[in-house]
């Protein structure tokens, strides 16, 4: 079921939605609803973003795979290009500026 809410904007801001509405056939309410499920969307994506991204870090902190940037980029750029590509295969943590940064982000 709809909820009702009710929105204060700007006269510009209403005058903008009401011509962008109709220069793509809705009504100027269909144009904000569309506006504010896309902004959620992206705003539920970002959070993902991140939550993966700490989850990531925790992971490689705690141990787990690492990979050379390098290695990680040449493997994208293939699949992207529509390329086969062998994975990248984790590297050792026997490099003294990964093992800086580790202890760094581990003692936040």
């Known amino acids: 079921?709809?909820?009702?809410?009710t929105l204060k904007l700007p006269e510009e801001l209403k005058a903008?939605?009401?011509?962008?509405?109709?220069?793509?056939?809705?009504?100027?309410?269909?144009?904000?609803v569309e506006a504010l499920e896309a902004q959620a969307r992206l705003a539920?994506?970002?959070q993902?973003?991140?939550?993966?991204a700490i989850a990531s870090a925790a992971e490689a902190d705690a141990g787990g795979a690492l990979y050379a940037m390098e290695?990680?980029?040449a493997y994208i750029l293939a699949r992207t290009s529509g390329?086969?590509?062998?994975?990248p295969k984790p590297v050792a943590r026997t490099d003294t500026k990964t093992k800086?940064?580790?202890a760094k982000?581990?003692?936040?």
């Open 16 to 32: 903008r939605i009401a011509s962008a509405a109709q220069a793509s056939g809705k009504s100027p309410h269909a144009f904000m």
């Open 1 to 5: 079921m709809a909820a009702t809410t």
């Open 100 to 102: 800086a940064k580790t």
């Open 71 to 73: 290695d990680v980029q």
């Open 44 to 46: 539920e994506m970002r």
């Open 83 to 87: 390329k086969a590509a062998k994975r």
């Open 48 to 52: 993902s973003f991140m939550d993966d």
């Open 105 to 108: 982000r581990t003692a936040r």
